[in-house]
């Protein structure tokens, strides 16, 4: 299956998406009915959250969970000052 990119180049809505958290970001646009990307996105996701538990790496675990539950220009501003 080829992909092809949607990328959203309104100013307007690259301003919304700051404001979201990754994990929401990854799963915005998501549909059920077609299981696009963005709705396996959020399966695993959620798998992930779910999971602590059974992970061998507790550490990368909780980094993971920090970057998917932090914002998308909190972590803009993470990987420039990095």
């Known amino acids: 299956m080829a992909y092809k990119y ?6 307007k809505d690259n301003y919304l998406f700051l404001s979201l ?3 929401d970001l990854l799963s915005y ?16 996701i959620n798998y992930i959250e779910k999971n602590e538990k ?6 990368v ?10 914002t ?6 993470n990987f420039y000052k990095n």
């Open 21 to 23: 958290k990754v994990k």
């Open 61 to 70: 675990h909780y980094e993971l969970i920090k970057f998917l539950n932090n």
């Open 72 to 77: 998308v220009e909190n972590e803009t501003i």
């Open 6 to 11: 949607a990328g959203n180049p309104k100013e």
């Open 29 to 44: 646009g998501k549909d059920a009915k077609i299981k696009n990307r963005q709705y396996n996105n959020e399966l695993l």
């Open 54 to 59: 059974i992970t061998k790496d507790k550490k």
